[in-house]
């Protein structure tokens, strides 16, 4: 079974059901095209020149989907698939998993021109990402990711890492996937932990280039509230696909992000508003791991970004009614707002550490003017952060 084709611009964001959307990249002259729909899933042959591709998927994936895995996988070779299962979660983010990758590589002959596909969440296709980008120095890389911040972010633009010296991401390298294929039917045993985390994602996308998603999402906040906010993070929620517009949302997302990484691949200009939350983020997420509860990436950048909007507002340089609206619509997902601030010291080597603190300019901050309108070149201080992030 095959689905029609669609090349979506920004004013083309609505579709009709089971029909698959592409957004076309250009990333460091190579070609990225990320497809949107319930099918995407059997378009996998289209982006796998020479088949039988290898596959790495996350497990719980691999347990709650295996038919429809079974099927991806037939579309593009109807033999014995090399596939190996790994626990999805930040912790396979690791070099040990990246070893444990490429012995499992060299044991199936994977070669140069082999095809590598990464399915699960965002922890997944950065680890596999990464291994793709380095196996013999390069080879091609498919992603379906199955999270929704995968689906909206991770999976889109090409950043692979894993984390190493207690610190977040600090490896990795840039390595386009030939292919994202966002299958929606995925998600429908996603925790509500991780549609949180895809929600300030989300929720981030919009406020850097999308005012009209920003404006929809905070508009749906009472049925985002009524999903969302209460109940056990590790359990899937039930009706949620049927109950809000995710296909357009993730579109108008994934579009949002394609355009920026499209326009700024190695991150010198426009790229960087993306980090919108996460200078902070990376801060209070690493420094969580060092607990017993440890902080998603999603409720990290989550606190990262109601902190730089607090700031924000208080300086006035952006509208108080934004920040707040803007966390409004974070406490309505279910999301951290505020975080325990680390020692003086701790914070110091966090913030130093960020990836993108230059030795000559320091950390550079996404600070919030408005929605769609973001400085670049924003400076903080330590006062700022330890007033509005506790
Ligand atoms: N490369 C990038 O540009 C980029 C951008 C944003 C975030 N990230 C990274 O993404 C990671 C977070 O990704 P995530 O939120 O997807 O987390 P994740 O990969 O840990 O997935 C969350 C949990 O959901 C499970 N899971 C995955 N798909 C599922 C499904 N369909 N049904 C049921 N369970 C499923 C996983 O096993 C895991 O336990 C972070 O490490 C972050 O740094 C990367």
Same mark, same amino acid.
Request: some cysteine.
């Given at each position: ?121 965002? $922890?997944? &296709?950065?680890?596999?990402?990464? !291994? +793709?980008?380095?196996? #013999?120095?390069? =080879? @091609?890389?498919?992603? /379906?990711? $199955?999270? &929704?911040?995968?689906?909206?972010? !991770? +999976?889109?633009?090409? #950043?692979?890492? =894993? @984390?190493?010296?207690? /610190? ?8 386009? !996937? ?11 045993? /996603? ?8 929600? !300030? ?11 009209? /998603? ?177």
């Amino acid at each position: 079974m095959r689905s029609t084709r669609k090349t979506t611009s920004k004013d083309d964001v609505t579709m009709q059901p089971n029909e698959p959307k592409t957004i076309a990249m250009k990333l460091d002259g190579r070609s990225s095209h990320f497809v949107l729909g319930p099918l995407a899933g059997l378009e996998l042959a289209r982006f796998v020149p020479h088949p039988p591709p290898v596959y790495i998927i996350d497990e719980q994936v691999a347990q709650r989907h295996p038919d429809w895995l079974k099927q991806i996988q037939e579309g593009c070779d109807h033999f014995e698939h090399h596939k190996l299962v790994l626990p999805g979660g930040e912790a396979v983010k690791s070099l040990a998993h990246l070893e444990t990758i490429y012995r499992w590589l060299a044991d199936s002959n994977v070669g140069r021109d082999a095809t590598l596909v990464g399915i699960g969440g965002g $922890t997944i &296709l950065d680890l596999v990402g990464l !291994a +793709a980008a380095t196996w #013999k120095r390069g =080879i @091609n890389f498919v992603a /379906l990711p $199955t999270t &929704l911040l995968a689906m909206v972010d !991770a +999976a889109i633009g090409g #950043k692979t890492a =894993i @984390n190493t010296a207690g /610190l977040k991401n600090p490896v990795g390298v840039f390595h386009p !996937a030939s292919g994202i294929l966002a299958d929606c039917g995925f998600l429908t045993t /996603l925790s509500l932990g991780a549609w949180r985390d895809g929600m !300030a994602e989300m929720i981030k996308t919009a406020l850097i280039g999308d005012p009209r /998603l920003f404006a929809h999402l905070h508009h749906s906040r009472d049925q985002l509230a009524a999903l969302l906010s209460e109940g056990d993070a590790e359990q899937p929620v039930p009706g949620i696909l049927g109950a809000l517009p995710w296909s357009e949302w993730i579109s108008q997302a994934a579009f949002v992000k394609a355009d920026v990484v499209n326009r700024d691949f190695r991150e010198q200009g426009p790229r960087r508003a993306l980090n919108l939350g996460h200078t902070l983020g990376h801060v209070v997420e690493a420094w969580s791991h060092e607990t017993d509860k440890p902080l998603t990436h999603g409720a990290a950048v989550s606190i990262g970004m109601a902190v730089v909007f607090r700031i924000a507002a208080e300086r006035g340089t952006c509208s108080v009614p934004t920040a707040v609206q803007v966390i409004e619509l974070l406490e309505a997902c279910g999301l951290p707002i505020s975080y325990r601030c680390p020692p003086a010291a701790k914070l110091d080597r966090l913030l130093a550490s960020d990836k993108k603190a230059s030795a000559r300019d320091g950390v550079r901050w996404v600070l919030p003017r408005k929605v769609g309108l973001m400085d670049l070149e924003g400076r903080v201080l330590a006062d700022e952060i330890r007033k509005w992030l506790d």
